[in-house]
């Protein structure tokens, strides 16, 4: 359970939560984070004790780093989730619902399914896994902004860093294709739908189907940027024609003048930066839905 998730009203809704989770499973054991990698940690410690379902109540982070700790571990253990935190995307995604005795009844009444999972391997041989989505560019920047201690909503930070953005000139590899050159506003690869706080960044997306869901966002003017965000949301921005998609298993990126700086999110955690190669880790991770 993460107590500073949604700006610090997890702690405040913990109770009710709590509550909801005891009336389908009787006592359970509750273990807090305390700060950035707690979850992983915890949830690696409990599958290695044996545990069955590991739950989180907190945001795509959390639930980010409690699938990692049950993928370093390589026990089979359940991810269960408690919808709670800032962006909720992998939520959307699984289509799980909101409501919290509606979602402790699913925990408990619901099906085991496993979904795919994104790995990034790092220059310097770090690997780090993403559930939902990773991306880098503008969309890095921003998620930087909004797990800020003064954050704001994702719209508020878009803007206040678009104003800012200077976009950078990357080498991009898809697959086995040649390494080309594109400036870009962002770049994400999707294993589900949503990204961003709500938007449909990448509306055929499948959480199963073994590829990840490439968005190029090439260059956008300030103004463009603001006129054309309301299609983010319905999904209907992969139209314009400076946004390439496709469906791909490896991708591989660096910045053409190795001192720029460009961020790498995972999972709305603004935490590394390019180089780095994405890749598909097929049904690795065991889901209670």
Aim: proline share 6%.
């Amino acid at each position: 359970m993460n107590p500073a998730s949604r700006g610090g009203r997890g702690a405040r809704d913990w109770p009710a939560a709590a509550s909801a989770l005891r009336s389908e499973f009787g006592p359970f054991e509750c273990r807090f984070t305390a700060g950035p990698g707690d979850a992983a940690r915890i949830a690696r410690e409990e599958a290695e004790r044996g545990c069955d379902l590991v739950v989180t109540f907190g945001g795509d982070g959390t639930i980010s780093e409690c699938a990692r700790g049950i993928l370093e571990s390589g026990k089979p253990v359940a991810l269960g989730i408690l919808p709670h935190g800032t962006g909720g995307d992998l939520v959307r995604s699984l289509a799980l619902p909101t409501r919290l005795a509606d979602a402790a009844h699913a925990l408990r009444r619901g099906r085991t399914v496993a979904i795919d999972v994104g790995r990034v391997v790092f220059e310097d041989g770090r690997e780090k896994s993403f559930v939902n989505s990773a991306s880098f560019g503008l969309s890095a920047e921003v998620a930087r902004r909004v797990s800020g201690r003064d954050g704001g909503s994702y719209i508020a930070e878009t803007l206040k860093a678009a104003l800012k953005y200077d976009p950078p000139e990357i080498e991009l590899t898809v697959d086995s294709g040649p390494r080309r050159r594109v400036r870009i506003t962002t770049v994400s690869l999707h294993n589900g739908r949503f990204f961003g706080g709500g938007m449909k960044m990448a509306p055929e997306a499948r959480l199963t189907d073994g590829l990840l869901d490439l968005v190029v966002v090439k260059k956008l003017s300030l103004a463009k940027l603001v006129r054309e965000s309301p299609l983010l949301y319905l999904g209907a921005h992969l139209g314009l024609p400076e946004v390439e998609h496709g469906r791909v298993s490896v991708v591989e990126a660096r910045p053409v003048n190795p001192a720029t700086e460009v961020l790498v999110e995972l999972d709305g955690e603004a935490e590394q930066r390019l180089p780095a190669r994405f890749e598909i880790w097929r049904r690795a991770l065991r889901i209670r839905l």
